[in-house]
């Protein structure tokens, strides 16, 4: 998936993905000074955290290259955008599935207050996030039956799981003023050193305009014996403070350094109020209702009291502001924690892979009870990963990719032959590793190729490119319909695909991603086992 550019170990790292992955060096006076204040606290240096090993601190890596942001529009739709077989929406709002029995065949969608719709004979793929996919199963009728009783929405499929177990990173971001002059982002982007900034951004997409937001970071055990880090801690290079139109750059020189647990355990929800596509759903994070979330993230914030204030940052003469010096008990932390919190936009969870009863796609993101749907976003995974979320999300993309490409196997080949001819197949298929929305059969009244299409995204930009595409490709190995209702189509059977992944931002990301890895183990199991 990634094209990772630095240095690092090729059993761990990509190199010819289309997801051009960046990592800065720790030049600037003031990271190599947080590398050493963490190096006294005991947290050392650890170059590549996507590795064999997490734990430290180091540069972020980010999905930025060329100074340029590595969306899934820019790296996986842009290559593709002028394919016959593509069709692009914009401003196209979903506003449910077409359900035949327990089939899902298309969806219904708007554009400019028309209402149309979009046929599939063989599967609807939904990527709309951790909120909208489940707010689309409800309106669908697919979810709880009392709940969606109560909203007159008729039941068409019980599924308890759709909406729940909504999880996010819930992170105080702790403030550090500098007495410094000229070393934090607040002194060096002001007056004529933001049009130093502009201008180095311009002329050679370098400097802070080219970075991410949190340039630094660590990874960190909350106590000994842990297997694997379980907080986080992220530096951005300056303060913020609120205005009445959002967050605006401090006049104030100084640092923010958020901590937070890793993998929260607080589960939320996330439920339709009316059967309107327009009307948001609500959302209930719950966040720290779980005990242990709570000692950790004020385990958190102690480490980042004890970085900032070791012996290596006195030269910059740094004060804390927040949670502020005098906060010193637990209790004293959490109670500030409670107040200044905030969502790092990480929300996953509300429509889980698993085989349990909270379920709702299976280990190859169909929905468990209707045929013909699968689910590809953020909204799977079944908890939060080992860091942020999106290129988490674009593998999910790929994953689900790779699983509707797949062509019927030859029955005449034994288990290995078939799994060494679906990948060549695949690798030289027309398929594009996006996100699917649609696969159909090819009842549209044109040539095999471009039919119709489907929606998913409501804006316009980049950010939210929903994708159709109708693809009229011919199965590969060109076998009749099989039972196995994934690939069950013949030679007749074109795909429809939609939805870019739509990851409208490219951001500092974490590869490492316990739950997610699990899945593909157990997809790739299960994919030879269909063989
Ligand atoms: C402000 C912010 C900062 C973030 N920072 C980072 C970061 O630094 N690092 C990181 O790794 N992650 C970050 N994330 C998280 C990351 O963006 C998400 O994890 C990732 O985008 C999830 O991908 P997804 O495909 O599940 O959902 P999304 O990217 O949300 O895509 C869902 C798409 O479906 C569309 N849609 C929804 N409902 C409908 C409908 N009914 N009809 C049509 N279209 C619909 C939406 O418009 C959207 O385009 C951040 C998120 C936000 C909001």
Redesign the pocket.
Do not use: K, M, W
């Given at each position: 998936m990634e094209s990772y550019a630095g240095e690092g170990d090729y059993a761990f790292r990509g190199r010819e993905g289309p997801l051009r992955v960046t990592n800065p060096e720790p030049h600037d006076p003031l990271f190599a000074t947080i590398i050493k204040a963490a190096a006294q606290v005991g947290i050392q240096h650890n170059p590549d955290y996507n590795g064999v090993s997490q734990e430290g601190v180091a540069m972020s890596q980010a999905t930025i290259a060329g100074g340029r942001r590595m969306s899934t529009a820019r790296c996986y739709l842009d290559p593709v955008r002028n394919r016959w077989n593509l069709q692009i929406e914009t401003k196209?709002?979903?506003?449910g599935l077409v359900l035949d029995g327990k089939r899902c065949t298309g969806v219904r969608?708007s554009v400019g207050g028309e209402v149309r719709e979009a046929r599939a004979a063989r599967a609807v793929v939904v990527?709309?996030?951790?909120?909208?996919?489940p707010?689309?199963l409800e309106l669908s009728g697919i979810g709880q039956p009392e709940r969606l009783r109560n909203l007159g929405i008729e039941v068409r499929h019980e599924l308890p799981g759709v909406g729940e177990n909504l999880r996010d990173h819930y992170v105080p971001r702790t403030r550090w003023l500098v007495g410094k002059k000229g070393i934090t982002f607040n002194d060096r982007a002001r007056g004529l050193g933001l049009a130093h900034q502009v201008l180095r951004y311009a002329l050679f997409r370098q400097g802070m305009l080219a970075m991410?937001?949190a340039p630094i970071r660590a990874f960190v055990c909350s106590r000994e014996g842990l297997e694997a880090p379980d907080l986080m801690l992220g530096w951005i290079p300056m303060l913020f403070e609120p205005s009445p139109r959002g967050p605006k750059i401090s006049r104030q020189s100084g640092l923010t350094l958020y901590a937070h647990a890793m993998r929260p355990e607080s589960k939320g929800s996330v439920h339709i109020t009316a059967a309107d596509?327009r009307r948001p759903p609500a959302i209930n994070f719950n966040f720290l209702s779980s005990p242990p979330d709570a000692e950790l993230t004020v385990r958190a914030v102690r480490i980042a009291r004890s970085i900032m204030t070791a012996p290596a940052m006195t030269p910059l003469q740094v004060s804390e502001t927040a949670p502020g010096a005098d906060r010193t008990t637990d209790d004293a932390i959490l109670d500030w924690v409670k107040k200044a919190a905030e969502t790092?936009?990480?929300?996953?969870g509300t429509c889980k892979m698993g085989s349990d009863p909270m379920a709702v796609v299976d280990a190859q993101l169909r929905v468990h009870g209707i045929a013909g749907l699968r689910i590809a976003?953020?909204?799977i995974m079944p908890t939060l990963a080992s860091?942020?979320?999106?290129?988490?999300?674009i593998m999910?993309?790929e994953k689900a990719a790779d699983w509707c490409s797949i062509p019927q196997p030859d029955p005449s080949l034994n288990a290995n032959d078939r799994f060494r001819r679906v990948g060549g197949a695949r690798r030289s298929s027309l398929f594009h590793p996006l996100?699917l929305l649609v696969e159909g059969r090819n009842n549209a009244p044109a040539s095999p190729g471009l039919r119709q299409c489907v929606?998913?995204?409501?804006?316009p930009s980049p950010?939210?490119?929903?994708v159709a595409v109708w693809h009229g490709i011919r199965s590969a190995s060109g076998h009749s319909p099989a039972a196995d209702d994934r690939f069950g189509g013949s030679t007749d059977t074109g795909l429809a695909y939609a939805?870019i992944?739509?990851?409208?931002?490219s951001?500092?990301?974490?590869l490492r991603f316990r739950a997610p890895l699990t899945a593909i183990a157990s997809a790739f199991r299960c994919q030879r086992e269909a063989l």
């Open positions: 196209a709002l979903t506003e969608y990527s709309a996030g951790a909120f909208n996919s707010q689309l991410t937001g596509a790092t936009y990480h929300p996953v976003d953020a909204s860091g942020n979320t999106n290129a988490p999300s999910i993309g996100a929606s998913l995204g409501s804006t950010a939210s490119i929903i939805s992944a739509s990851h409208s931002l951001f500092d990301h974490r």
